[in-house]
């Protein structure tokens, strides 16, 4: 540049100095070329490169031209000032907006916290004033002062380039903003919203007003044996009756599909045991396990046939496919889901207008099939069977082929490219979130008004496994992601104590350390050409390790195990930075209770949902939690009362730690939510509370697979 510079003010070489210029800019191009037909290469990066979508061609014509329009500014200039004025006049515009938004919003001292920031930036402004004095003196005899269209028009040009550092970095300036907020009010509101919840989930005291009140919310009879759910739920004093929105929720759009469809559908995915499903067959009231499942998982439907098996006698036939990976599977465009929407309203309408109901019918037709349930040559050969409706997708970004296309077609998803993959979109958080917190968990989780997630956590940037359907499959998971339509079920990791709370260990809240604690491993997506550098467990302790200085007498410990993974190069790296060096060994491995010695506890979504919540829940501990993916629990676990949200961006958690561990008001607040978290998860997350859940479930199920699906309900029998 500054070579460049020194042509641009010498009037005789000006040919030469745009030869210059023309060269590089030429190289630089065929080495850009290189290395993008290189880099496509990679089948991941193909489909990156090559299959964009029209949002993203939109940005890189207009970001290209603002970039040609800057370059094209600054060499001119460089005829009147010094390369170095040019770039100081950029950069104190930028900083002058930084400041600008940091004053306006209250957040100055984040963004100027010591003697240091404070002769930097000094130093800016006077470097760029001294420079201005300099370049109004006369760069040459050829080029004197107040002469020539280059003197007129410079000040044009050095306005204009101020003008696009300005644009920069108030989009820059708008992504950086933070609030520390006043976290007691949105606990506050949380707890009268959480009330609101708790007061209707049990209103019915008799199976008539349970009856009555399930007419009333969803419009429609309950499915037959409502009466046999009833009598289960109230034997075990379920906290919950009457709201069970997630379930209505799941299975809506399926209304809208045949239930012929629903059944083969369902044996499509039981015949191809290669597409990691596994099966649970119902019949005449006895469970079995499909046999076409790997060995690795079937502890997953040996759990799931002792949860069922206890009421089984009161569902239909059925056969059921249980998702046996991680990450969720079934994502259906936006259009084709609003017909299925649509399509289920009309049906459930249809229901609701008849005057009577029967039972569930006796058989299907056709009936279920069973060639595949019998362990023969015939049925080995399914092993190798693949399916036309399913992709792979495993180590590649999924944002825009999976995510957006669930979106409405005027969401930011579908209209923001956000290119820069290290820094976040405050703006796109705003809807979910009130002074600097999260407000509302339900929306933190819809991944349409946040396209800057698409680098910010593993699964939607890497996925270590991924192969999934646009089509509405009945397909249940543990967990799923917002703009998902898997069938959410109670986990078999819950359910089978894979992960537990002894009671015996348990510590009281006044004897547990002042600290955040998590430990995990680097597990939420395939570490490859630096993708885990912006996964959320990496960001986590990262963060800690940036914040633990200014967050005392707040002790941060957070460590991360690397695995073994395919690209050593990234195993190494990450050896070195969380560890100092590519050989160091991790930090010696410490049994899960080290977990209730501390009263704030980090919970993070892996590969999916992490397991560790509900325990961490019973702890005494409070729990804090930073997900996208959700469990069949969502809606009875309440943020700010039950464990505190976190956005996943984790921008706000030192302002949180520094209130709920930092200050009197703040430590009385935490300590209440962790008695009321720890009250809630005895009472309404228990094993039975997680039977009841799938025992309502599967009696919904088991009408929806039914051919008479719309003239049937529960009947309440005479005399009651």
């Not at 009856?211 to 759910?229: C, L, M, Q, S, T």
Request: aromatic fraction near 10%.
């Amino acid at each position: 540049m500054a070579h460049v510079g020194r042509l641009r003010q010498h009037q005789e070489k000006k040919h030469d100095a745009w030869s210059v210029i023309g060269s590089s800019s030429l190289i630089s191009a065929g080495l850009l070329v290189f290395m993008a037909v290189w880099s496509c290469i990679d089948r991941g990066n193909l489909r990156w490169n090559v299959l964009l979508t029209s949002t993203a061609v939109r940005d890189l014509v207009v970001d290209s031209c603002a970039v040609v329009i800057g370059m094209v500014a600054a060499i001119y200039l460089m005829a009147a000032y010094q390369p170095l004025t040019v770039i100081l006049t950029f950069v104190a515009s930028m900083l002058m907006v930084r400041i600008e938004t940091a004053v306006y919003d209250g957040t100055m001292g984040a963004f100027l916290p010591t003697l240091r920031g404070l002769g930097v930036t000094a130093i800016v402004f006077l470097g760029t004033g001294a420079l201005f004095q300099y370049a109004s003196i006369p760069l040459s005899a050829a080029q004197p002062s107040g002469k020539g269209p280059m003197h007129r028009n410079k000040h044009i040009g050095l306005a204009s380039l101020a003008l696009l550092a300005v644009a920069v970095q108030t989009l820059v300036g708008i992504s950086a903003q933070d609030h520390s907020g006043d976290i007691s009010r949105v606990i506050t509101n949380a707890r009268a919203e959480s009330d609101r919840w708790l007061a209707g989930a049990k209103k019915s005291n008799t199976l008539a007003e349970a009856v009555a009140e399930y007419k009333e919310r969803h419009g429609i009879p309950p499915p037959p044996n409502f009466d046999k759910w009833y009598e289960y739920a109230t034997s075990v004093d379920s906290p919950i009756i009457d709201t069970f929105g997630q379930i209505q929720a799941d299975l809506l759009p399926f209304w809208g599909v045949r239930p012929a469809s629903l059944r083969q559908r369902t044996i499509h995915l039981l015949e191809r045991p290669n597409l990691s499903v596994g099966g649970l067959i119902i019949q005449n009231g006895q469970v079995t396990i499909a046999p076409l499942i790997h060995g690795t998982h079937r502890w997953m439907m040996e759990v799931m046939q002792n949860m069922v098996e206890p009421f089984a006698q009161w569902l239909p036939d059925m056969q059921i496919a249980f998702n046996l990976d991680d990450e969720c599977r079934v994502s259906v465009p936006f259009d084709k889901m609003e017909a299925h929407y649509t399509d289920g309203t009309a049906s459930r309408s249809r229901l609701a207008a008849r005057t009577d109901v029967q039972g569930f019918s006796p058989s299907y037709e056709p009936p279920w099939p069973r060639h595949y349930l019998e362990d023969t040559e015939e049925s080995q050969k399914l092993w190798g069977q693949n399916s036309p409706w399913f992709e792979v997708w495993s180590k590649s970004p999924i944002f825009y082929n999976w995510i957006s296309s669930t979106c409405s077609p005027s969401a930011p998803a579908n209209n923001l490219h956000w290119w820069n993959r290290k820094a976040t979109c405050q703006s796109c958080a705003a809807p979910h979130m009130t002074d600097g917190v999260v407000s509302s968990w339900t929306m933190s989780g819809d991944l349409c008004h946040q396209p800057d997630l698409a680098y910010q956590h593993g699964f939607l940037y890497a996925p270590s496994a991924f192969a999934a359907t646009h089509e509405l499959v009945p397909i249940f998971s543990q967990s799923r992601m917002h703009n998902f339509a898997d069938i959410l079920y109670p986990s078999p990791w819950n359910f089978g104590d894979k992960v537990v709370y002894d009671e015996g260990q348990g510590i009281s809240w006044k004897d547990k350390l002042n600290s955040l604690y998590w430990r995990g491993r680097a597990s939420d997506g395939y570490a490859t050409n630096g993708a885990w550098q912006v996964f959320l467990r990496a960001r986590l302790v990262h963060l800690a390790a940036s914040i633990r200085d200014s967050l005392r007498p707040i002790a941060l410990l957070s460590y991360i195990a690397s695995e073994r993974r395919d690209d050593d190069r990234d195993c190494r790296q990450q050896q070195a930075t969380f560890y100092g060096s590519p050989t160091a060994e991790p930090a010696p491995s410490q049994d899960f209770t080290e977990h209730w010695h501390h009263r704030h506890l980090v919970d993070l979504d892996g590969a999916a949902f992490s397991g560790r919540f509900l325990p961490f829940l019973a702890s005494r501990s409070l729990p804090y939690r930073a997900a996208l993916f959700r469990t069949w629990w969502e809606e009875r676990v309440h943020a700010w009362r039950h464990f505190v949200p976190l956005d996943v961006r984790l921008r706000e958690l030192g302002s949180i730690l520094g209130y709920l561990g930092g200050t009197a008001s703040g430590n009385t607040d935490a300590e209440r939510i962790a008695s009321e978290g720890r009250a809630w998860a005895e009472k309404a997350m228990r094993k039975e509370d997680m039977s009841v859940y799938m025992f309502r479930l599967l009696l919904e199920w088991g009408r929806l697979l039914d051919d008479r699906r719309e003239e049937i309900g529960f009947v309440m029998p005479q005399g009651q």
